[in-house]
């Protein structure tokens, strides 16, 4: 079984930093792309940032220079560093992951639970 656990999320004002994390544990025999996504009210889910095992990123056009995402392999981990928040990057963060079993089953449909952010004055 595998889990995966984002922490990080609150509130922030316009013009500040959160710092996202998403841990992978459990049955684990590797972890290919890494990909945050986001949801807000009333809108599809959306791509914000995705990291491949070598460490090549892709960041939708909305975040890019506003947003870094990063991996820890040996911790099974990966970030998203927030920065000049904007109230339209309101909305709850997910983390997803490509992910292949100890017993050789591979998929990308591990979600996280997700994570509020909400940026408000």
């Known amino acids: 079984q595998v889990q995966l656990v984002e922490s990080g999320g609150g509130l922030v004002q316009p013009g500040g930093s959160l710092r996202l994390s998403c841990a992978a544990s459990?049955?684990?025999?590797?972890?290919?792309?890494m990909v945050w996504y986001r949801q807000a009210p009333g809108k599809q889910r959306e791509l914000v940032a995705a990291?491949?095992?070598?460490?090549?990123?892709n960041y939708a056009d909305s975040v890019k220079g506003r947003f870094t995402i990063s991996r820890d392999n040996a911790k099974n981990t990966v970030n998203l560093q927030m920065n000049s928040l904007k109230p339209e990057d309101t909305a709850v963060y997910y983390c997803?992951?490509?992910?292949?079993?100890?017993?050789?089953?591979?998929?990308?449909?591990?979600w996280g639970q997700g994570t509020q952010v909400t940026v408000s004055s």
């Open positions: 459990g049955s684990i025999f590797s972890i290919n792309a």
């Open positions: 997803n992951a490509d992910i292949e079993t100890i017993s050789g089953v591979r998929s990308a449909g591990y």
């Open positions: 990291i491949t095992s070598g460490g090549s990123t």
